[in-house]
């Protein structure tokens, strides 16, 4: 899922951060799915995970705010429902057993409507299954691109408030104030490593920051991301491979 500025760009996700996706299956493994449950994969993307929890699943329903992905969901996988839909803002008349969300939440600036459609969303004694970035997630890269941006000149993009990454007492105690019973809970640091070799960085900026480029002219778009990618090369470059400094928060809670 995404805010109303970020425009997701289907190939380049699937092609060069694969990464997402493929990090999400461990936390299946926590959803523990069962073949008479109803789920919802909040923030499905392209649908690979949706995929994976159908297998085990008697229905499975994936939703997100961005048409291109859901578009590329369902030619993906014609045989599951897909549905556009905003993570703050749905409603089902049929509720659901698990929701599942694998590196979505912290694009919902909403946070208090998406923690209220979830609980609203269950049944009685329902699960949800939550991995998102949490309190300094790519704080590295951030810091550089807000630095480059402001030393142009371009004040307002490098104050851009894109992303929701919480502590781990403020979201616990946002679920419990819902009525939720947090069962676990936990924040790490978790290093990603990059696809390509030799743009790992401005990949990154090209695919997840495009936001903070409105406004910025093309010559300086590409001189900005050649500038973070050099600047952060002593956090992010290990071994010749690029790593973006990602912190998650993953959580299990019951209505």
């Known amino acids: 899922m995404n805010d109303t500025t ?3 760009k289907p190939e380049l996700y699937n092609e060069k ?20 449950q109803r789920i919802l994969d909040l923030g499905c993307g392209s649908g690979q995970l949706t995929s994976k929890i159908n297998k ?3 229905k499975t329903i994936g939703i997100d705010k961005s048409a291109e992905m859901i578009m590329d969901a369902k030619s993906k996988f014609p045989n599951i429902e897909f549905q556009v839909a ?5 409603r089902f008349n049929e509720k659901f057993d698990s929701i599942f969300s694998n590196a979505t939440l912290h694009w919902v600036k909403d946070f208090k409507g998406a923690i209220k459609c979830m609980y609203e969303n269950l049944n009685s004694n329902g699960k949800i299954v939550l991995e998102f970035g949490g309190k300094g997630n790519v704080q590295t890269i951030v810091n ?18 894109l992303w929701y990454f919480p502590t781990i007492g403020e979201y616990s105690t946002e679920l419990e104030s819902a009525g939720f019973r947090v069962l676990f809970a936990e924040h790490y640091d978790r ?11 401005k990949d990154w900026i090209s695919m997840f920051a495009e936001s903070f480029f409105i406004g910025v002219t093309e010559n300086h778009k590409e001189e900005i991301k050649d500038e973070v990618q050099e600047k952060t090369k002593d956090k992010c470059l290990i071994d010749g491979k690029w790593f973006a400094d990602y912190k998650r928060i993953r959580v299990v809670a019951i209505k």
């Open 86 to 90: 905003d993570a703050s803002n749905f």
């Open 17 to 36: 951060h694969s990464f997402v996706y493929q990090y999400g299956e461990g936390l299946i493994k926590l959803l523990d799915p069962k073949e008479n």
């Open 6 to 8: 970020t425009k997701w």
């Open 144 to 161: 550089e691109l807000r630095s480059s941006l402001k030393m142009r000149g371009y004040g307002k993009q490098s104050e851009l408030d």
């Open 56 to 58: 085990f699943a008697k």
């Open 191 to 201: 290093p990603t490593k990059l696809a390509d070799e030799n743009s790992g960085i």
